[in-house]
């Protein structure tokens, strides 16, 4: 299979010839013809797919606006082609990837997917907004009550803002012992959640305080009567969350 770039409508010929060794030889050749794309994109609907095709000296860059908070899902499928999201600015906030599904959590605002390389491709994405809450620091942190749920998002600008924890304040009525639960959807990067009583003293929720890299994680621990606040904390994990305890 190979591909080639024009920037122009028009005829195209191919050539086939054949070394001294070979007397005869066939050939199967199907030609389809790609959108051309240009340096600024156009700007896709949430679930529409884009076919496209892109030179590595001019990237192609498709304008997404994020109404609120939530997860942005990017499904890339082509040969020899980099897909990366970008900030208004179009920086670059997020790992490459070649092809596949990649996720990112995003804020409300304007990103770009920007597609580098060289080759064919199919693009979409697809929004889903999440609620979340500003609770950075222990002074903010978010009343968590036993059996209900917060979600939560992890931005990709968020380790640059410093924005790497989300802290909740649990009530446990008795000795017991509680039950925390975490549903990830995002890239599986690490996270970590520990609690702390009151004091401040830090107690470890979960073997040295590491989430396991899958999307669903739940751990125990014996705990006295008292109130709690527990931090999850994100390094390099860009996606949505919830959480919830009993």
């Given at each position: 299979n190979f591909s080639v770039y024009t920037e122009n409508a028009g005829k195209l010929y191919l050539l086939l010839s054949l070394d001294k060794t070979h007397q005869s030889a066939s050939a199967d050749i199907q030609v389809?013809?790609?959108?051309?794309?240009?340096?600024?994109g156009r700007a896709l609907k949430s679930g529409e797919?884009?076919?496209?095709?892109?030179?590595?000296?001019t990237p192609a860059y498709y304008p997404v606006n994020a109404k609120s908070s939530g997860l942005l899902k990017i499904n890339a499928t082509g040969d020899?082609?980099?897909?990366?999201?970008?900030?208004?600015?179009?920086?670059?906030v997020s790992d490459s990837f070649s092809s596949g599904i990649s996720y990112a959590g995003v804020r409300k605002g304007?990103?770009?997917i920007k597609v580098k390389q060289s080759g064919a491709y199919k693009l979409q994405y697809t929004f889903t907004a999440v609620k979340e809450k500003k609770n950075y620091k222990s002074k903010k942190a978010v009343t968590l009550k036993?059996?209900?749920?917060?979600?939560g998002v992890f931005a990709c600008d968020d380790a640059k803002k410093k924005k790497t924890s989300r802290w909740y304040k649990i009530t446990v009525p008795s000795?017991?012992?509680i039950k925390v639960q975490i549903d990830r959807q995002g890239?599986?990067?690490?996270?970590?959640?520990?609690?702390?009583?009151?004091?401040?003293?830090?107690?470890?929720?979960?073997?040295?305080?590491?989430?396991?890299?899958?999307?669903?994680n739940t751990g125990k621990m014996k705990v006295e009567k008292g109130t709690?606040?527990?931090?999850?904390?994100?390094?390099g994990y860009i996606g949505t969350y919830s959480i919830k305890w009993k």
């Open positions: 389809k013809a790609y959108i051309k794309t240009v340096t600024t797919w884009e076919n496209g095709y892109v030179h590595y000296k020899g082609i980099s897909v990366v999201l970008c900030n208004s600015k179009k920086q670059e304007t990103y770009y036993s059996g209900k749920k917060e979600t000795n017991k012992t890239a599986l990067n690490p996270m970590y959640l520990s609690l702390y009583q009151k004091s401040g003293k830090k107690l470890k929720l979960y073997t040295y305080g590491s989430l396991k890299n899958k999307k669903k709690y606040y527990m931090e999850l904390e994100s390094y």
